[in-house]
């Protein structure tokens, strides 16, 4: 359905085939439901949606495939399709929250009128698949069917003689699901809202090792930036141990560094 000007609309690829809807496209399907998420990330309280099961926006995509939500501000998430298709009742459901035009919902910041909306991917039961913050992307504007990160970017991968088992390769994984939403590393990945984090120079070269951490734990207090977008990884987020092999893996990294162009790119 074509879109007025002025009406928001998402994009979604997969299978092949690219759809656009609005909001009142998707509210108007009959698999919408109301839903009532008791501990919404973006809103830090509890929230009522209506929306649709990612199941059924995704049927025909098999459990194997990767697929993308992206903003239009540089931050891109790459979730693994089977947690997104999986409908059991005691499991972990993913949504897609959309915002109606004649009830809009509150601002994410004091003094800013936007909202997650139109297009929010929101949780129940996400600690039984163990899903992070970075797994709620919200004002998305397209959904698309991707090979998965490590295919695309072959260049963040750990060196092949790691061992699946070690602090680097589970640190490959909180790079993943943490921050290639908004950093790239070695110019691979889809998310730019952040910096690159291994060249020209890893930020494990740079920044001392209790800053780094600072600086994971709480942006603000190490930078003041208040329009960053950078949330503030605690420990109920981001373990210790977690952040300890995220860094082994970035240090890893800085011995794995792709050359850059005379452009910098």
Known sequence: ??????????????????????PGDLL????????NVPNDVAYRRPMTFRALPMATLLAGVPPSASVRFSDSTGFSATLPAAALLAS???GARAYLAIEPAD???????????????PFYLVWLNPERARIVSEQWPFQVAKIDQVASLGVRYPAILPAPNI????SVARGYVVFTKNCI??????????????????????????????????????PQSLRRYPATRMPA??????????????????????????PLSPTGK
């Open 181 to 218: 939403v908004c950093h790239t590393l070695n110019l691979g990945g889809d998310g730019w809202a952040g910096p690159d984090l291994n060249v020209p120079y890893s930020a494990t070269e740079y920044m001392r090792a209790d800053a780094l951490r600072r600086l994971v734990r709480d």
């Open 28 to 35: 108007g399907q009959p698999g919408v439901v109301t839903i």
């Open 88 to 90: 059991a009742d005691d």
């Open 103 to 117: 009830a809009q919902w509150p601002p994410l910041r004091s003094g800013n009128p936007a909202s997650a909306g």
């Open 163 to 166: 061992s699946p088992n070690s």
């Open 1 to 22: 359905m074509a879109a007025h000007a002025s009406e928001p609309t998402l994009t979604v690829t997969v299978g092949g085939k690219t759809a656009t809807h609005t």
């Open 233 to 258: 990884f605690d420990t109920a987020t981001l373990s210790d141990r977690e952040l300890n092999d995220l860094f082994d893996y970035l240090r890893h990294m800085a011995n794995r560094k792709v």
